[in-house]
């Protein structure tokens, strides 16, 4: 029977059948031996929308930043923010939030995602800001023939969801349409405690409780549509837009909640293949997305001192690229531009406006990247370079102008011993610009939290593994190290400094085949991180967000047309920590999930779950101040839900 393997632990050396219009093979060097891949994301992580649940249940390295019931954001390799790129469909989007509520993942849902790719490392040299990782994003394409879906899901604390997609066309022209619409209560913990109770139990002051204890904790509707048109064998255009609405999500252990998070991407692409001799594939792409972000008070115990911070973001891109072979070589030339603008302001019942949180300020980006990628017998090469240059402008009259340029490049190689055995290696240096919070951010009193001196902060990596595969056994693992020079660092929820530091891990993962109905995944990660130095006025060198030993282990047993998961998660006591910037010692802990899937019929399909079964009580995130919490301490902590039963009923045509 077909083997499915736990979609985290398979490397992207599997190889990927062209299409019908003769498409160029664009696995890269990097891609063959440093990515991690999830596929058939729409059908796999259905329990929620939430892409950062299911990155973090898949991939050893990635863990959750748990903010609420859905939204949440996440860690790679002890770097978010702005120090890991997401593209979706070659498109990014900023979040809006300074507090994070909106991250990028937040913007797409699972029920429209095919495929996540995660590239660790500066080994990326197409996209702006890529210092430490990427996390690329493919959403449902459309097919020649009609197909469809139907889902209903439900599931612990009053969860709902209901999903529909179309799609079908000719060899011409191809159209996909998909909607969803789900909505969910606040989760218990495992010792039953709602959000509510959470903040009462943990001494939340009252002012900053929520003033009722049955408010629905999110709402989120979506689109999806995207269209293809052959123009001829070797040309297409595709279009695609995306719009997601959130309402009233709830972020209990931070003062304010989302009253809305309205978002919209667009996406217009054209490729042409074989062109002439120097024109193997020729890509033209352009997007743009924007992002409305209220987030208030209303629903708290503060009566008359309501706030509202109202942020917007967007930005547009395009990037040219043309790759062509040489000499036996893939060469690829490109240029690429984007101008990103935040801007946000501060106004309560009484005063429409406060003050500005973040003047506008305007991102803009101008680079030109090459890579080429050769093999010499059993060497495979790839070297890439980018030259970027950047202005950030502020209407802030107080506050100056930015002008920043790097140049960043890589080499990455991998030694191909027989057909079951490879190792691999990279070095590279790559570098991201100050945001616009970090540098003009400021309060609703107008004291500044941003330091418009920051540098942009550069990144030197080193990468070294292996890849085995003994029989039906295979194992993977790579060590890294990462020197980070003028690292933007939160002082405390006071304001950013530049620091350097050092990050260094080593992640192992793979799969055993014990017969043809079971087969067991697993996979490791652990990082540490420290500063060079303390700083000022501080005594811990311990870096923030540096998760803990964790371990992802599944047993999978498959049978006809049904599968089943074991799996648990494990992380290690959190007791490394940057106390001086309000991090904490969390237990560790171990959390079983079962998963049941039976394709009833040819066009039924059912999906029954438990995550947490043992209904554990934890905390999976930690508490540095580079997020406004509450209050400090106990206060600031939110449990993870407890025991989640769920059930998913899909109709295919």
């Not at 904790?217 to 048109?229: M, P």
């Not at 950013?496 to 697993?522: C, P, Q, R, T």
Request: glycine share 6%; proline share 2%.
């Amino acid at each position: 029977m077909k083997r499915i393997i736990s979609l985290s632990l398979v490397c992207a050396s599997v190889v990927l059948s062209a299409n019908e219009t003769n498409v160029l093979e664009q696995i890269s060097v990097v891609e063959k031996a440093n990515t991690k891949i999830v596929k058939d994301v729409s059908n796999e992580q259905i329990k929620s929308a939430d892409l950062a649940e299911a990155l973090t249940k898949n991939i050893p390295s990635i863990s959750i930043v748990r903010r609420s019931g859905i939204a949440n954001d996440i860690i790679l390799r002890g770097q978010k923010k702005d120090n890991i790129n997401i593209l979706i469909d070659d498109a990014k989007i900023y979040g809006a939030c300074p507090n994070r509520m909106d991250p990028a993942t937040s913007h797409v849902l699972s029920n429209n995602i095919e495929s996540v790719k995660v590239i660790e490392g500066p080994y990326d040299v197409e996209n702006f800001g890529t210092l430490s990782g990427n996390v690329i994003v493919k959403t449902k394409e459309p097919s020649n023939e009609v197909q469809g879906e139907i889902n209903l899901g439900a599931g612990s604390f009053g969860y709902k969801k209901a999903s529909a997609m179309i799609s079908g066309g000719t060899d011409k022209f191809k159209l996909l349409v998909s909607t969803s619409v789900e909505k969910g209560d606040q989760y218990e913990d495992g010792n039953g405690n709602d959000f509510l109770e959470q903040q009462i139990k943990q001494g939340v002051p009252a002012a900053s409780r929520y003033s009722e204890s049955d408010l629905e904790a999110f709402e989120k509707k979506t689109l999806l549509t995207k269209a293809v048109y052959n123009i001829d064998d070797n040309s297409e255009i595709k279009l695609s837009y995306t719009a997601n609405r959130s309402d009233n999500v709830l972020y209990p252990n931070t003062p304010m909640d989302a009253d809305y998070d309205d978002s919209n991407i667009y996406t217009l692409g054209y490729v042409k293949r074989d062109l002439a001799d120097f024109s193997k594939e020729l890509n033209l792409d352009y997007y743009y997305s924007n992002v409305d972000h209220p987030m208030s008070t209303t629903l708290r115990n503060n009566g008359a001192m309501q706030m509202t911070n109202h942020m917007k973001s967007s930005i547009w891109g395009v990037k040219l690229k043309n790759s062509m072979e040489v000499e036996d070589s893939l060469v690829t030339l490109g240029l690429d531009t984007s101008v990103r603008n935040w801007r946000g302001k501060y106004y309560n019942k009484v005063n429409p406006y406060i003050n500005d949180s973040i003047a506008s300020t305007d991102t803009k980006n101008k680079a030109v990247f090459t890579k080429v990628e050769k093999s010499f017998g059993k060497l495979d090469l790839e070297v890439g370079a980018r030259y970027d240059y950047t202005n950030i402008d502020t209407i802030d009259s107080i506050k100056k102008d930015n002008k920043y340029t790097s140049l960043g490049a890589n080499v990455f190689a991998i030694y191909n011993t027989d057909e079951n055995t490879k190792y691999f290696a990279g070095i590279g240096k790559a570098s991201r610009v100050p945001d616009a919070r970090e540098l003009y951010s400021k309060t609703s009193a107008g004291t500044y939290t941003g330091n418009d001196d920051l540098e942009d902060t550069k990144n030197y990596e080193a990468d070294i593994g292996f890849e085995k595969t003994i029989g039906d056994f295979n194992i993977r693992t790579k060590l890294f190290y990462s020197v980070l020079k003028d690292y933007i660092y939160n002082t405390n929820g006071t304001g950013f400094e530049n620091i350097d530091a050092k990050i260094y891990g080593l992640d192992i993962s793979g799969f055993y085949y014990m017969n043809d109905e079971f087969s067991i995944d697993y996979g490791l990660a652990y990082q540490r991180g420290k500063k060079d130095d303390n700083l000022s006025g501080q005594n811990d060198k311990d870096l923030a967000e540096i998760s803990p030993l964790k371990t992802n282990i599944a047993l999978n047993y498959e049978m006809n047309n049904s599968k089943f998961t074991s799996e648990i998660v494990a992380v290690d006591r959190w007791d490394r920590y940057d106390s001086a910037n309000g991090e904490q010692e969390l237990a560790g802990y171990a959390v079983v999930n079962l998963k049941y899937n039976n394709q009833l019929h040819k066009n039924f399909g059912l999906t029954l779950g438990v995550d947490n079964v043992l209904d554990k009580t934890y905390a999976s995130t930690n508490t540095y101040n580079d997020i406004k919490y509450i209050g400090s301490g106990d206060t600031e902590l939110l449990n993870d839900p407890g025991r989640y039963f769920y059930a998913n009923l899909k109709y295919s045509f």
